[in-house]
């Protein structure tokens, strides 16, 4: 007679969570003796803060499999996350640099990659009409003549950022916390063209156009049009942007020019820019209204189904935090009794005014140094030091909060449909030994 062999708790873990909760933690909801060693033994080490793990909690080392990675010129290896559209993710140890590099900046495409411009990138033509008293059709040559150039370090987020933390799993691609970027661009500032065109007094909202196809190559359809309240079209820090680090625009990152909206979704910075049309009401191109790029403004059902109908446009991205010294899943030197901690921390139009880590799963936390920001709208660093008692299985948990007192929540809140704002705490795995 064969016996049958229960499957080992890593196994357990990967397949059947439920199953793995109730043999690791039983009734009692204790890590205890036969249960903590074989938790140990399926994380590769003793875990010396197992008193406080959270019942039925999923050790971050057992949650996450291997990526498939990118193979581009002139890009890193990104985490693919779809490739019709191409979408990667930046790993949060390739965003350890104060200013993105360009080979490390997320990629997120809605349709497909229109070809490189051909001509000369000065005579790129951009539309300024709709509710204005001048429409404008400019070069991008008259633009740099006209109008004073500006360089900001901003951040660019998608509005997806994190979706992969909601339960359950929405719709769209499962990001982590890699689309996110603090490059520096070089442009116009939106409102000296939109005050050169002259807006006319019932201007209130912006509506964006570029090149690229949509995915089924018909020509009526956009890939993504998407557009503003006027406000955030003046404020200083929006750009019509011309450069990159001080380099001309990649293509793949919507040369020859694109807009960049620091703080709000990054579908708003659209990418080979063609056109703004300024209108009276809200924009109703492709990417507004229903669910897209909406959060509930009263909480639903998770996983329930809904129109959006009482929903609100995301403007200010959520506070969040990355760690950029340990990549998850480091296997420390034993004896290893201290370690430097650093990342990136931003709120959106806000600034971070706390970044705080744990090691004892959020049992206690100790404070970060928080620089200030560059400029308005770029991410702040952040760094510190951590004390290990012994060698083991350690989780580095972190968080951020804005100057408004708003703090990465331990789980995501406000599911929605297709994942939008999820910022909860995040964690590392590290072992020591």
């Known amino acids: 007679m064969t016996v049958p062999q229960e499957r080992s708790l890593r196994e357990l873990y990967a397949e059947d969570a439920e199953r793995a909760d109730a043999l690791a933690f039983g009734r009692r909801g204790a890590l205890k003796g036969a249960s903590l060693a074989a938790l140990g033994a399926a994380l590769g080490a003793g875990i010396p803060f197992s008193r406080h793990m959270p019942v039925g909690y999923l050790p971050a080392a057992l949650a996450q499999g291997a990526p498939a990675t990118l193979r581009m010129d002139g890009k890193a290896a990104l985490v693919i996350l779809g490739e019709r559209p191409l979408v990667a993710e930046t790993p949060e140890t390739m965003l350890d640099d104060a200013v993105t590099p360009v080979d490390k900046l997320f990629i997120r495409n809605n349709g497909q990659v229109p070809e490189a411009f051909a001509g000369d990138p000065r005579s790129w033509k951009i539309r300024i009409d709709g509710e204005v008293n001048t429409p404008l059709e400019i070069t991008l040559g008259e633009l740099e003549q006209r109008f004073p150039p500006v360089t900001l370090q901003l951040q660019m987020e998608c509005g997806g950022n994190g979706r992969g933390q909601f339960q359950p799993q929405t719709r769209g691609n499962q990001w982590g916390n890699g689309a996110i970027s603090n490059a520096a661009w070089t442009g116009v500032r939106l409102r000296d063209v939109l005050t050169a065109a002259g807006l006319k007094p019932g201007a209130s909202h912006t509506g964006h156009f570029g090149a690229d196809p949509h995915l089924s190559g018909d020509p009526n359809r956009a890939a993504i049009s998407r557009g503003m309240p006027i406000a955030k079209a003046m404020e200083e820090d929006t750009l019509i942007a011309l450069r990159l680090n001080g380099q001309p625009i990649p293509n793949i990152h919507g040369a020859p020019?694109?807009?960049?909206?620091?703080?709000?979704?990054?579908?708003?910075?659209?990418?080979?820019?063609?056109?703004?049309?300024?209108?009276?009401?809200?924009?109703?191109?492709?990417?507004?209204?229903?669910t897209s790029y909406r959060v509930p403004v009263r909480p639903i059902v998770p996983g329930s189904e809904n129109n959006g109908r009482d929903f609100a446009d995301m403007q200010s991205m959520p506070v969040r935090s990355v760690l950029t010294s340990l990549a998850h899943g480091a296997r420390l030197p034993a004896g290893t009794r201290e370690i430097d901690l650093r990342g990136a921390a931003w709120a959106g139009d806000d600034t971070v005014r706390a970044v705080d880590v744990s090691l004892d799963f959020g049992a206690t936390w100790r404070p970060m140094q928080v620089a200030a920001p560059a400029n308005r709208h770029a991410w702040q660093r952040w760094t510190g030091k951590a004390a290990l008692p012994s060698d083991g299985y350690f989780e580095v948990w972190y968080r951020a909060t804005d100057d408004k007192g708003r703090m990465q929540p331990h789980l995501p809140a406000n599911w929605n449909p297709q994942g939008y704002g999820a910022n909860a705490i995040s964690r590392a795995a590290i072992l020591v030994g």
Not at 263 to 268: E, I, Q, T
Request: proline share 9%; charged share 15%.
């Open 257 to 290: 020019a694109r807009l960049l909206v620091p703080g709000w979704p990054g579908s708003l910075s659209q990418k080979w820019l063609t056109r703004i049309l300024v209108r009276s009401t809200p924009h109703d191109g492709a990417g507004m209204g229903g």
